[in-house]
């Protein structure tokens, strides 16, 4: 089967470079690019959290498992048991130090500010102005957007379904550490396994940067993927992936470029994830639509 290679880029003193001169308008297109770890960042303490989260907790200060049975109560998302084969935790970035062991919250507030230098590269990629980036993300550089982590185990001994179903993202990125191959992308009409390089992370960009961009000159594609069912082989341990994302909050507007480059509201974001979970055939975050009643 054929494999899709995708641009590599680097952050470097706060600023995104891709290595080729055509790979910023391949990532557009794509909607998606793999991003060098920085030097010094140890990934390892969001790959172990990953596989032991959801294993049954060992007493009332342990941070590492019972996160099934947690509840997070400060959370609007926390826990969940999807229908395919993973199982996730999803937490705002708010919320790291009061549920998250101490290495696996300082790991990920690493990512969130390389995940924000990731963002405004691709602003600057696809043109979009710096004085309209405080309004459309809500404000991402003075932390007041929405920035969680979903930590997903993927259950393979869960046969006949998806390893996480076909989606886009809904947000403007999501920076991606996993431990194993299946990330694939709908690639000119066909599901292409993605070749991902050790020592990089997968970024996905998501609807809200297809929503902003798509009457402007240079439109980023929201990269439609999944994960294949997977099997379990042993003496392989179950999949294991980790992410940084950064969207709108969902009492916000999207935003919207005309044909002008007018910047104009578009769909409240709520809204505009409701209505999308329910043409892919998925429930809505309960929590939040409980907050919006």
Wanted: charged share 25%; hydrophobic share 35%; aromatic share 10%.
């Amino acid at each position: 089967m054929d494999h899709l290679t995708l641009p590599s880029a680097t952050v470097r003193s706060g600023r995104l470079r891709f290595t080729d001169p055509d790979g910023a308008a391949r990532a557009l297109a794509l909607g998606a690019f793999s991003l060098a770890v920085p030097d010094g960042l140890d990934v390892t303490p969001g790959l172990d959290f990953c596989r032991s989260f959801h294993l049954p907790s060992r007493g009332p200060e342990d941070r590492r498992r019972g996160h099934r049975e947690h509840g997070h109560p400060r959370s609007k998302l926390g826990y969940e048991d999807r229908p395919d084969q993973v199982e996730q935790l999803q937490l705002e970035s708010f919320l790291w130090d009061d549920y998250l062991p101490a290495d696996v919250a300082a790991l990920l507030r690493r990512m969130k500010d390389l995940t924000l230098d990731t963002l405004h590269g691709v602003f600057d990629a696809a043109g979009v102005p710096e004085h309209d980036r405080d309004l459309v993300t809500g404000g991402a550089r003075q932390d007041t957007g929405l920035c969680y982590t979903t930590v997903n185990h993927y259950r393979s001994d869960l046969t006949g379904r998806a390893g996480i179903v076909e989606h886009s993202d809904s947000g403007f990125i999501t920076v991606i550490c996993t431990d194993q191959p299946g990330y694939e992308i709908l690639h000119e009409g066909r599901w292409l396994p993605v070749h991902q390089p050790p020592g990089h992370f997968t970024v996905n960009l998501g609807d809200a940067f297809r929503v902003l961009t798509v009457k402007t000159p240079r439109p980023v594609t929201a990269v439609y993927h999944r994960v294949p069912e997977l099997h379990p082989e042993p003496p392989a341990t179950d999949r294991s992936s980790f992410t940084v994302y950064m969207g709108p909050r969902y009492d916000m507007m999207l935003y919207q470029y005309d044909t002008d480059g007018v910047l104009l509201p578009y769909q409240g974001f709520r809204d505009f994830s409701v209505e999308k979970a329910k043409d892919l055939g998925y429930a809505f975050h309960s929590r939040i639509e409980a907050a919006h009643r």
